[in-house]
C-alpha cells in the first residue's frame, strides 16, 4: 500500500463527509472508488467505506444534533425498521434482480431530486401520521438497501421532507442519525467477515470526521430554499450513478 493512496483515501473521505454532512447524506456511494483503489480488494473496500459512512454519519449527526436539526421521535419510528429490514433484504437479496432494483431506485431519485431542484410538486399539508410513515418508509428503503447493499440515505431524505414534513434542515440531521444505525450494523457483518482494511479505515476518517464536522456547519448557513435545491442536485447526481451500475 503506497502512501499516495492513503493520502486519496484521506482527501476523498474529506469531501464526501463535508458534501454529505451539508445535504444530510452518507455518500457513500461517492467514496467508495477511493476506497477501492486504496485497499484493493473490493470486500474489504466495502466494510471499510461502511466503517467511514456509520462514522462520519455519528459525526455530522451530533453536529446537527447540537444545533437542534434532529428529530428524534422520527428517529425512534424510522431506525428499528430500517435496520430490521435491511438484514431481511440482505439474507434474501440472492433472490432479487439487482439490476432491476438499482435501476427502480435510479429512477425514484431522479425525480426526488428534480422535485426538490425545481419545486415540480406543490408543496403538501401536514401529514396526518408522520411517524407511521417514516416507520413504512424506514422499513421499505432499508429492504431495498439491504438487497443492493446501500445504506440509501438519499431516498429515506426526500421521504422524510415530503412524507413526514419536515423541514431540510431538521431532516438532514435526522437522515444522518438514521444512517449511522445502519451503517453500524452494516459494518458488523463485514467485520464478522473480517472484511477492513484497518489502515485504510484510519486515513479515511482522518478526512472524513471533519468533513462531516465542516459539513454541518454549511447546512446551518443555508436557506430552506437553498438547502433543498442542493439536496436536489446531489440527488440527481447520485441517481445517474446508480444507473450506470445498473446498466453493468
Given at each position: 500500500m503506497e502512501a499516495w493512496d492513503l493520502a486519496l483515501a484521506a482527501s476523498g473521505s474529506f469531501?464526501?463527509?463535508?458534501?454529505?454532512?451539508?445535504?444530510?447524506?452518507?455518500?457513500?456511494?461517492?467514496?467508495?472508488?477511493?476506497?477501492?483503489?486504496?485497499?484493493g480488494s473490493p470486500a474489504a473496500a466495502a466494510g471499510t467505506n461502511i466503517?467511514?459512512?456509520?462514522?462520519?454519519?455519528?459525526?455530522g449527526g451530533i453536529a446537527h444534533a447540537r444545533a437542534g436539526r434532529v428529530d428524534w421521535s422520527l428517529v425512534r419510528w424510522m431506525t428499528p425498521p430500517s435496520v430490521a429490514a435491511a438484514f431481511v433484504g440482505g439474507y434474501?437479496?440472492?433472490?432479487?434482480?439487482?439490476?432491476?432494483?438499482?435501476?427502480?431506485?435510479?429512477?425514484?431519485?431522479?425525480?426526488?431530486?428534480?422535485d426538490l431542484?425545481?419545486?415540480?410538486?406543490?408543496e403538501p399539508g401536514a401529514p396526518r401520521r408522520p411517524r407511521v410513515t417514516a416507520a413504512l418508509a424506514g422499513g421499505l428503503i432499508g429492504l431495498l438497501g439491504g438487497a443492493v447493499g446501500l445504506v440509501l440515505g438519499t431516498l429515506r431524505l426526500p421521504a422524510l421532507i415530503r412524507g413526514s414534513g419536515l423541514v431540510a434542515h431538521?431532516?438532514?440531521?435526522?437522515?444522518?442519525?438514521?444512517?449511522?444505525?445502519?451503517?453500524?450494523?452494516?459494518?458488523?457483518g463485514h467485520l464478522a467477515q473480517a472484511e477492513v482494511e484497518w489502515a485504510v479505515l484510519g486515513v479515511?476518517?482522518?478526512?472524513?470526521?471533519?468533513?462531516?464536522?465542516?459539513?454541518?456547519?454549511?447546512?446551518?448557513?443555508?436557506s430552506e430554499s437553498a438547502l433543498r435545491r442542493a439536496i436536489g442536485?446531489?440527488?440527481?447526481?447520485?441517481?445517474?450513478?446508480?444507473?450506470?451500475?445498473?446498466?453493468?
Open positions: 469531501v464526501a463527509g463535508l458534501l454529505g454532512s451539508a445535504v444530510g447524506l452518507v455518500l457513500g456511494s461517492l467514496r467508495l472508488p477511493v476506497i477501492l483503489v486504496a485497499s466503517a467511514v459512512s456509520a462514522v462520519a454519519a455519528l459525526a434474501f437479496a440472492h433472490l432479487l434482480p439487482k439490476g432491476l432494483l438499482l435501476g427502480a431506485i435510479a429512477a425514484v431519485l431522479f425525480w426526488s431530486g428534480l431542484l425545481l419545486g415540480l410538486r406543490a431538521r431532516a438532514v440531521g435526522t437522515n444522518l442519525v438514521v444512517g449511522f444505525f445502519l451503517g453500524v450494523f452494516g459494518f458488523l479515511s476518517l482522518s478526512g472524513a470526521i471533519p468533513g462531516s464536522l465542516v459539513g454541518a456547519r454549511v447546512t446551518g448557513k443555508l442536485a446531489v440527488l440527481v447526481v447520485v441517481a445517474a450513478a446508480i444507473a450506470v451500475s445498473a446498466a453493468r
